[in-house]
């Protein structure tokens, strides 16, 4: 079994916490299944289990404090290699925000949620723009969190910002329960001739049919996506939890095991980890899920 470096995507919240943080969407009828606590002691058997050395965990939050509650659990459990908080981009503190997080070695980027905005062209609005040229003046990475309507963006912010690093997570969430493609195509290979984007090979599980999925439903996708951008630009990330609304922590690793089989060893070692490690910048270490010493 080959050990997987980095997962690039994962999340944790503590729903104790529910006053400070907004979980609201956590109790919609179809989030059931997730509705509980998730905190590194439950992901850490699922690591073991499965191969993999560390994580990035990605906001969930348009709060500052979550920056601060996640930086002390990955200060308490090595195995969390990096942070991708968030800062609020519109705001004129913004390059304030953003210079208290690099003070902390394990802040690696910075993530807003996108898709939830109600304007499709809130990324592109002149005061968001202010605050990205701000994480590309301090060498920020930014995730995109885009659905397919957000994907033409992609290019616009590569144009403008060609020296900030950005990912695609979720590969902009194609409609793979329905097998479609073809509104996703164009905008998707646009995005990646753009050497400043990456993707993430990840949250393809809940695009997919929950109770039913198998791994031809996601062959095409992650195909064209090898296409596109190629293994030195896609990196693996579980979406754990939210993965768990229609698959376990190993089914999601194993069905990517599966899907990039033909590549070779160094291809696959890109998207187990090296790719997430450069993008993020994130050094070589030791804290993997089987230190025990954690």
């Keep these: 079994m080959m050990r997987v470096t980095i997962d690039a995507h994962q999340h944790f919240w503590d729903l104790a916490l529910r006053d400070t943080f907004d979980y609201r969407w956590l109790t919609a009828a179809d989030k059931t299944a997730i509705h509980r606590t998730y905190l590194p002691e439950d992901l850490r058997p699922q690591l073991e289990a499965a191969g993999v050395d560390r994580t990035i965990f990605v906001q969930t939050q348009h709060n500052l404090v979550e920056n601060d509650w996640v930086l002390k ?13 968030w800062v609020d ?5 913004c390059e304030s925000q953003l210079l208290a997080l690099k003070e902390h070695a394990k802040f690696v980027g910075v993530r807003h949620i996108t898709q939830d905005e109600v304007e499709d062209d809130f990324i592109v609005r002149d005061d968001v723009l202010r605050g990205l040229r701000l ?9 995109l969190l885009f659905f ?20 695609i997570d979720h590969l902009a969430k194609p409609e793979i329960a329905a097998g479609r493609m073809e509104y996703w195509r164009d905008d998707f290979l646009a995005a990646s001739e753009h050497p400043n984007i990456y993707c993430k090979l990840s949250g393809m599980v809940t695009e997919a049919d929950w109770k ?14 090898l296409e596109c951008f190629g ?13 768990e609304l229609a698959a376990s922590y190993a089914d999601v690793i194993d069905a990517l095991r599966t899907l990039i089989e033909p590549l070779s060893a160094a291809e696959k070692d890109q998207i187990f980890g090296k790719t997430a490690a450069d993008f993020y910048r994130i050094a070589p270490g030791d804290g993997n899920a089987s230190d025990r010493g954690v």
Excluded: N
């Design 231 to 243: 293994p030195d630009r896609l990196m693996f990330g579980s979406d754990w939890p939210v993965c």
């Design 212 to 225: 039913k999925w198998t791994v031809a439903d996601l062959r095409p996708f992650v195909d064209y996506a």
């Design 89 to 93: 981009l519109t705001s004129t503190d």
């Design 135 to 143: 994480l590309e003046k301090h060498q920020v990475p930014f995730d």
């Design 148 to 167: 397919v309507k957000h994907l033409r963006h992609a290019s616009t912010l590569a144009e403008t910002l060609p020296d900030l690093p950005m990912v």
């Design 73 to 85: 659990l990955a200060a308490e459990h090595p195995f969390i290699a990096g942070i991708v908080g």
